[in-house]
């Protein structure tokens, strides 16, 4: 089945500062890789998402970028803000197959 | 669009007892729902598939007899905790798909077993 590695754990920036949070995955079939933020105590939302016929995708301060060859993919914030700060989850599938995520980073962002 | 709905979002039961939490997608139909298990500071578990009018397909190491699935209508599905113990206590959510790639999720149901 597939397997996600997802890291930083813990990622701690100032306002204003970009940050990363790089995912690899072990299924080369998969084709769908979207990124979750998730809020204490509430649901993971979607908010941007990859499919494997692109290389990068931006929705203004995120962006995504994907490796099909290496296996890895990388969501992307710039500017970052107070209200960023969150639990960020990767993910991958191969449609119709269910999700598998990665272990989520924290994001934490300093003013 | 694509919004889903969880009940009850608290809810605490007492140690043998039954509880049923309900999912609904309210503005779309949804062929296939799916029910996570969150424990703190911890990644989404898979517990259940389940498509309209078939039986659940669940994750090895979940029981299905405690934990039972009922996806009834395209826009409700259910998950009852039988017999529930104190080690049932966590964070359960669940998401809905319309027949395309996007999961959508509900708001989650904090659990607490006495």
């Known amino acids: 089945g597939e397997n996600v590695e997802q890291h930083p754990s813990t990622l701690s920036v100032q306002e204003g500062d970009s940050a990363v949070i790089k995912c690899t995955y072990s299924?080369?079939?998969?084709?769908?890789f979207p990124w979750y933020k998730q809020e204490l105590g509430k649901r993971p939302q979607l908010i941007i998402d990859i499919r494997s016929n692109v290389g990068e995708k931006k929705d203004q301060r995120i962006a995504v970028t994907l490796n099909k060859t290496a296996k890895h993919f990388s969501l992307h914030i710039t500017e970052t803000q107070p209200e960023d700060s969150a639990v960020y989850f990767c993910a991958a599938s191969q449609y119709p197959s269910t999700l598998t995520f990665g272990k989520g980073t924290m994001l934490l962002v300093s003013p | 669009g694509a919004v889903v709905s969880q009940h009850p979002s608290r809810v605490i039961c007492k140690s043998g007892t039954s509880v049923k939490i309900e999912c609904r997608s309210l503005d779309f139909q949804a062929t296939t729902m799916f029910w996570y298990r969150q424990f703190p500071k911890q990644s989404l578990m898979l517990m259940a598939t389940?498509?309209?009018?078939?039986?659940?397909?669940?994750e090895q190491g979940v029981e299905k007899d405690k934990f039972l699935i009922n996806h009834a209508s395209l826009t409700l599905s259910t998950l009852t905790v039988t017999s529930a113990h104190p080690e049932d206590s966590s964070f359960y959510i669940c998401?809905?798909?319309?027949?395309?790639?996007?999961?959508?999720f509900g708001p989650g149901t904090r659990l607490t077993v006495t």
């Open positions: 998401s809905a798909r319309a027949g395309t790639v996007e999961q959508y």
């Open positions: 299924d080369s079939a998969s084709n769908y």
């Open positions: 389940s498509n309209e009018g078939s039986k659940a397909t669940y």
